[in-house]
């Protein structure tokens, strides 16, 4: 790869500037798709020959560009270019026959349908079965015409049979010379017309290489068009097998030129970034010594170290962007304090903000607990709090006389002020908007951010779609933790799990009991969570239970939630609204029902709110039958796995990162082409590579940037 003089990165300003300052939403922004009704321009339609009707079909799949349409590849191929004899014909592979028609019939049993018979000499008769069929199709197909069938063969009522195959006259009809591409479409878009449109865009889409030749001979890569020429048009030599696998040449080449671009514009981001400037809080350590003395327990040595990286990156004179992840119960909070600490200390304010009121009333009341000792005040400001008391709050954080705030989503209303706000700590951030986290931050210029997360990143996503973030990991719990027994239990054994939730609580202790819905749903067959507070009520009739769902209101929820931490109530049935943040040690008890409708992430979330105490804990996982197969993964991971990083890692594999990442909240597709767990190799590449491109070879970068940001599935969207 030849150096260019080393220029500085002032070329690629112009990108730079696109890319959003906020990890997380500079994250969303390069992965979101485009929101807006994007349409194909009359010049594209013009250019590629597209009639106004198919063009109202593709943009229905999203490809608006002869780019986007180079980039739609086939779903599978069916092999046209050889004439398998009928008696050679293999059973449920799609092959191609041809032969004369000897009968043909309407039938009536035990429907109304087209049964054609043809015959090519080896010996052997194939049935070809229509159930919609018009007229043409009979004279198509009138006896004595010879015709060529595509289609998969079964064994059928009248013998081997193929249902609705795609049929063309025999005679004048030459064979094709590469494998046929079937691809993704909608109603009214038929194969036919796709693939002349994609012929087209391949013939005038400028396919040259963004990458020199010496890299790609030192990555044994093919030249990009000759790769995507071969996907959507492969020679006969190629079995499918060989294109589905995703190990093809042309695959490697498609899946690394997409996860260079993500690297490149994740190394950007990171760049803007680092150039940017805010306050150094550094802090004295007077308020962060005073509460280490006076906190009942030692930090871990995880924690330590975790509390050094963030003061280390708040002492410098850019902003931290910083991800915080930590297992269940592995002490993320006390680590928030700590850092909110330095900023106070620096002169500056802190916001914590969670998505929920019950999470955010735990932060709070541990705050409380923390810093009001030291002479601290922490103003708590949320929806559902009245008028007067959310004013006070908002003069107090206007005027500087409070240094933090705790609280929801009003934490960025815009009606709220802070003097000096120089930390922002978002926990659980993904749940949250985009516009959300961008107007807590914009309330501070160029504030610090401590992001929080109980979902273990895997290796492979923080090697990817977490590149552009420094992200610390407390890896250790704090001592004295047992050890949570999972039970996995068939729903005919409920009256079983009752008496066990009567033992537990006669012994003083305390039971969660969850349920995933709230209202009847015929559909899903789910038991509510106010018709099981009823069954157990009737069960066991010496206990107090509450019930907290998300249709109660934050006053509601509070109070029955301070009931249960009190001790007052036995056992707390409730909805997944208690999935994060409670912190209950005397609950010894995790029953979730349905458990089979939950995702490992939610199981794993509800498994760590028990034990948390010195008692045994356990979890039992209620299912009913019949499971799906996907049911079954996801119930043995969780049997078997205790380590959040272990879980999430599985879950990545059965879900994917668009779906691990919560796709259809957050906005983020899965990768188009390539699968961080199999192309690991190529991702290690392209992390490697990124690099040495932005420092030697920045024309390079911005036409690969250029090529991929602007495709439909652009990191930018924006």
Same mark, same amino acid.
């Given at each position: ?14 990108? &730079?500037? #696109? ?38 079909? $593709? ?23 050889? *004439? ?40 052997? #008769? ?19 015409? +010879?015709?060529?069938?595509? =289609?998969? *063969? ?20 030459? &064979? ?18 796709? +693939? ?76 803007? +970034? ?16 005073? !509460?280490?003395?006076? !906190? ?13 990286? *963030? ?29 909110? $600490? ?8 802190? /916001? ?84 959300? +986290?961008?107007?807590l931050k914009n309330k501070g210029r160029d504030v610090h951010q401590l992001m929080m997360s109980a979902t273990p990143i895997p290796r492979t996503l923080a090697m990817s779609f977490f590149a552009d973030l420094d992200v610390s990991v407390i890896d250790e719990l704090p001592p004295g933790r047992t050890p949570i027994k999972t039970r996995l239990v068939n729903n005919v054994r ?13 012994? =003083? ?14 559909? !899903? ?40 931490? /009190? ?35 939610? $199981? ?66 899965? &990768? ?43 990191? &930018? =969207?924006?």
């Amino acid at each position: 790869m030849g150096k260019l003089s080393n220029p500085p990165v002032q070329c690629l300003q112009g990108r &730079l500037n #696109v890319l959003s300052d906020d990890p997380f939403l500079h994250f969303q922004l390069k992965y979101a798709p485009l929101k807006d009704k994007a349409m194909m321009t009359p010049e594209t339609q013009k250019q590629l020959k597209i009639t106004d009707v198919s063009a109202k079909k $593709l943009d229905k799949l999203n490809l608006h560009t002869a780019w986007d349409l180079v980039l739609h590849l086939p779903l599978r191929y069916e092999d046209e270019t050889h *004439i398998m004899p009928i008696k050679d014909a293999p059973i449920g592979v799609p092959c191609q026959v041809e032969g004369e028609v000897i009968h043909q019939e309407v039938t009536f049993k035990p429907r109304k349908q087209l049964i054609v018979q043809i015959a090519d000499g080896s010996g052997s #008769v194939l049935f070809l079965r229509f159930i919609h069929f018009y007229a043409s199709h009979q004279k198509q197909m009138a006896a004595g015409k +010879r015709i060529r069938a595509v =289609g998969e *063969i079964k064994h059928g009522f009248y013998g081997d049979e193929m249902i609705h195959p795609k049929i063309r006259d025999a005679e004048g009809s030459g &064979l094709a010379e590469s494998l046929t591409p079937i691809y993704p479409t909608v109603n009214g878009l038929n194969q036919p017309t796709l +693939r002349r449109i994609i012929q087209t865009a391949l013939d005038v889409t400028p396919l040259h290489d963004t990458l020199p030749d010496a890299l790609l001979g030192r990555l044994k890569l093919p030249h990009l068009a000759e790769s995507l020429r071969l996907l959507h048009s492969p020679p006969p030599s190629f079995t499918i097998h060989q294109l589905s696998d995703g190990t093809l040449p042309a695959w490697q080449r498609l899946k690394f030129d997409e996860l260079l671009a993500q690297q490149l514009s994740m190394r950007l981001a990171r760049q803007k +970034r680092v150039s940017g400037t805010a306050a150094a809080l550094g802090g004295d350590g007077t308020l962060t010594q005073a !509460l280490r003395h006076a !906190l009942p327990f030692a930090l871990t040595d995880a924690q330590e170290r975790v509390v050094s990286e *963030i003061r280390r990156d708040m002492a410098q004179t850019h902003p931290m962007h910083r991800l915080l992840q930590g297992d269940v119960g592995s002490g993320k909070t006390i680590v928030a304090a700590l850092s909110a $600490l330095t900023a106070i200390e620096s002169g500056a304010q802190a /916001a914590v903000m969670a998505p929920t009121e019950i999470l955010a009333e735990q932060h709070f009341i541990k705050f409380k607990q923390w810093l009001e000792p030291l002479g601290l005040e922490v103003v708590w400001l949320s929806g559902s709090q009245r008028k007067k008391a959310k004013d006070e709050a908002k003069a107090k954080l206007a005027d500087g006389t409070v240094k933090i705030a705790v609280g929801t989503h009003a934490l960025f209303s815009d009606d709220v002020e802070f003097q000096n706000l120089g930390l922002v700590i978002v926990d659980e951030q993904h749940r949250f908007g985009v516009a959300q +986290r961008l107007a807590l931050k914009n309330k501070g210029r160029d504030v610090h951010q401590l992001m929080m997360s109980a979902t273990p990143i895997p290796r492979t996503l923080a090697m990817s779609f977490f590149a552009d973030l420094d992200v610390s990991v407390i890896d250790e719990l704090p001592p004295g933790r047992t050890p949570i027994k999972t039970r996995l239990v068939n729903n005919v054994r409920r009256a079983e799990v009752e008496g066990f939730v009567l033992n537990i609580c006669r012994k =003083g202790q305390q039971a969660y009991w969850v349920c995933p819905l709230i209202e009847e749903s015929e559909t !899903l067959q789910l038991q509510t969570a106010t018709e099981t507070l009823e069954q157990l009520q009737a069960a066991l009739p010496e206990l107090n239970i509450g019930l907290v769902h998300g249709r109660m209101k934050a006053a509601e929820k509070a109070e029955v939630m301070a009931q249960f931490a /009190a001790g007052r109530l036995n056992v707390l049935v409730a909805t997944t609204v208690i999935e994060v943040g409670v912190d209950v040690p005397n609950a010894a008890l995790m029953v979730i029902e349905h458990a089979e409708r939950m995702g490992l992430a939610q $199981l794993h979330q509800l498994r760590g709110r028990v034990g948390r105490g010195a008692a045994e804990s356990v979890c039992v996982l209620l299912f009913a039958e019949p499971l799906s197969e996907l049911a079954k993964a996801r119930l043995k991971v969780i049997y078997e796995h205790t380590d959040g990083f272990e879980i999430a890692r599985q879950d990545l594999n059965i879900r994917g990162p668009g779906e691990f990442l919560g796709a259809r909240q957050s906005g983020v597709p899965m &990768l188009r082409f390539a699968n961080l767990e199999e192309d690991l190799h190529l991702l290690e590449q392209a992390r490697e590579i990124a690099p040495l491109l932005i420092e030697q070879n920045p024309e390079i970068v911005e036409a690969h940037l250029a090529r991929w940001l602007a495709s439909r599935e652009g990191y &930018l =969207g924006v």
